[in-house]
């Protein structure tokens, strides 16, 4: 593999997982010191810790994911805030800091304010709308007995409701101030690949496969990780869906995937700028019933 392009796969892999600036304690959550939370914003706290506590991501983009079997094609889905991590332990003052991913591409934070909101379930939140610096943004829930969802909603200087995203819990994600982009990325894993196959490879060779939703591999070869590459927006060879095998080690190889009903086809990948080409299928894994 040429070094240029293990450079960019290299690069596309930190910006899918994007690192807070550990520079500053307040923008990292890496502060040990202790919190308080104010006595008005305590009760608040108390109420909405159980229903906002998690890792969220953009409902339309996991609903686009599962429809399409192709991060690529639901790709245009990740623009603005497309996952949240709500801890509230990390609560001071009057606030909650949130850990955010934007456009699948770089690490954000914001403060959700414990006092009422526009709505009765609804908090302000101190996130800007860039373009428009007279709007705000709200972060709502709506709690049922099967479901609950984030919204993060978007008005404007009147008070009108310009803007409502939608956002799910991914369970099964440690909370952290990556966990955002890992939300996402559990949920492609598990979506995609996570399960177990019988893999016939280019020369006949059967064997027994398992994608885990954490990201690790058994039984393809010698591989042990995998990476599914879910950020199209700024590196070249970003026109197939493709994942990474055992990325930045002596061992890495890169594949374009298909994905049809229970069968998954690895093919070799090969580049020629500014585009990644699909080589010859080396395996054809069929997922176990």
């Known amino acids: 593999m040429k070094r240029s392009r293990l450079a960019a796969l290299l690069l596309l892999a930190a910006c899918q997982r994007p690192q807070p600036e550990a520079a500053d304690p307040t923008r990292s959550g890496e502060s040990t010191a202790p919190t308080t939370v104010s006595a008005t914003a305590a009760p608040i706290l108390a109420r ?11 409902s339309d983009y996991l609903t686009e994911v599962a429809r399409t079997k192709s991060p690529l094609k ?5 623009t603005d805030i497309v996952a949240l991590s709500v801890q509230p332990r990390r609560a001071s003052g009057d606030s909650l800091l949130v850990d955010a991913n934007y456009n699948n591409h770089e690490a954000a934070t914001f403060q959700v304010v414990l006092r009422p909101g526009l709505q009765s379930a609804s908090l ?3 996130w800007s709308d860039y373009a428009q610096p007279t709007n705000f943004f709200e972060l ?8 609950t969802v984030l919204l993060l909603n978007k008005y404007n200087q009147q008070k009108r409701l310009l803007q409502s995203v939608q956002y799910s819990r991914i369970r099964g994600v440690a909370q952290s101030t990556s966990a955002p982009s890992d939300g996402l990325q559990y949920f492609v894993n598990k979506q995609l690949l996570a399960g177990t196959y019988t893999a016939l490879d280019a020369k006949g060779n059967k064997k027994q496969v398992t994608f ?7 039984g393809l070869d010698n591989f042990r990780q995998y990476y599914v590459a879910t950020d199209f927006v700024v590196t070249v060879e970003n026109n197939l869906d493709n994942l990474i ?11 374009v995937f298909t994905i049809s009903q229970d069968t998954v086809r690895l093919y070799n990948a090969r580049v020629a700028e500014p585009d990644l ?13």
């Open 245 to 255: 095998f055992d990325i930045g080690t002596k061992r890495q190889q890169d594949y």
């Open 277 to 289: 080409l699909r080589g010859p299928l080396q395996y054809t894994l069929v997922r176990g019933r």
């Open 48 to 58: 909405v810790s159980p229903i906002l506590e998690g890792v969220w991501v953009k």
């Open 124 to 126: 302000p939140t101190t």
């Open 140 to 147: 709502a829930y709506r709690a049922s007995a099967t479901d």
């Open 212 to 218: 885990s939703p954490t990201g690790q591999v058994e």
């Open 74 to 78: 639901a790709a245009r889905k990740l």
